[in-house]
């Protein structure tokens, strides 16, 4: 009896431990379900395990914390998947950065700094990505005067600029260079400058013309100051990127090799060619030409 009693707290133990085995194993897609009826089985387990330890308080206080969090978590990620702000900052930052793309310009910006030292090559990345963000700015703050000016519409616009990220997005997918971003003679000519951290780097390379067409497609869509916010924020962070990337452009290489460049740059391709069909979409939709039920 005394060894019963003796190996009682692990059957104990082993039960809750069999219980929680169970409620993990529940059916993936109901994944909220499956968390409700694990955490009254975490506090039952909790009991055992601390029923004749000392540490019974702690483990208590522990798992109480650790099942109250749920409820938080997913009250958070039900409000950001809800957020207009979230989804309209992630496709302000995703069609900046896939149109600037500064993996694929890791080959052009070796050829252009062969030679160079590491502390060059840092400085004309650096010149280069602060072009990439005082040129996107410029556009971003200037684009709805630009429209006024030429009296163009939203939706013409949003039109020419999907035709233009398709076709980049196209080139993409086939592992590529836009000719909108970089031209045949360009890396020849920029091997030749003694700086070419603004031309042709800066721009086309960076900041062409796919790039300033999204900035001015997302300004036009602007209608509070936190859209402006995320616009802007969208092309900072690309121009840090750009600028880690290039910087390290030749540690990049080694490390992800020819293939791993190509593949990165067919995945941003594909999902460029994607925003290229929702702002195309977009136009459509605002010219009354698809109803707005089908294009939401």
């Known amino acids: 009896m005394s060894l019963l009693r003796a190996f009682e707290p692990f059957s104990l133990e082993c039960a809750a431990l069999l219980e929680l085995l169970e409620a993990v194993g529940c059916s993936c897609g109901q ?21 004749r330890g000392r540490w019974s308080k702690f ?19 039900r409000d950001i998947n809800s957020s207009t702000y979230v989804h309209f900052s992630l496709l302000a930052l995703s069609s900046i ?18 030679g160079a ?17 005082i040129v996107l700015t410029s556009f971003a703050v200037a684009g709805k005067y630009i429209f006024l000016m030429f009296g163009i519409k939203l939706p013409a616009f949003e039109f020419a600029g999907g035709l233009i990220l398709m076709l980049i997005g196209i080139d993409m997918l086939e592992a590529k260079r836009s000719p909108t971003q970089e031209s ?34 997302l300004v036009g869509r602007a209608v509070g100051v936190w859209q402006w916010a995320a616009i802007l924020s969208a092309i900072g962070v690309t121009a840090l990127v750009s600028y880690w990337v290039l910087s ?38 605002d010219l009354g030409v698809i109803a707005r039920q089908i294009a939401d």
């Open 31 to 51: 994944t909220w379900l499956r968390l409700s009826y694990i955490v009254p089985v975490l506090r039952r387990a909790a009991g055992s395990l601390g029923r």
């Open 248 to 285: 390290g452009a030749e540690r990049l290489q080694r490390l992800l090799g020819e293939t791993g460049i190509r593949i990165l740059v067919r995945i941003m391709g594909l999902l460029l060619v994607a925003l290229a069909v929702q702002f195309f979409v977009n136009s459509l939709t």
């Open 184 to 217: 045949s003679g360009d890396t020849a000519d920029a091997a030749s400058k003694e700086d070419a951290g603004i031309v042709p780097l800066g721009i086309p390379m960076l900041a062409g013309p796919g790039a300033i067409s999204s900035v001015m497609v």
């Open 97 to 114: 950065f896939f149109l600037v793309d500064p993996f694929a310009a890791i080959g052009s910006f070796l050829a252009i700094t062969a």
């Open 59 to 77: 483990v208590q206080i522990l798992f109480s914390l650790f099942s109250g969090s749920f409820g938080t978590v997913g009250t958070a990620l």
């Open 117 to 133: 030292n590491a502390a060059k090559r840092k400085r004309m990345a650096r010149k280069g990505c602060i072009t990439c963000f």
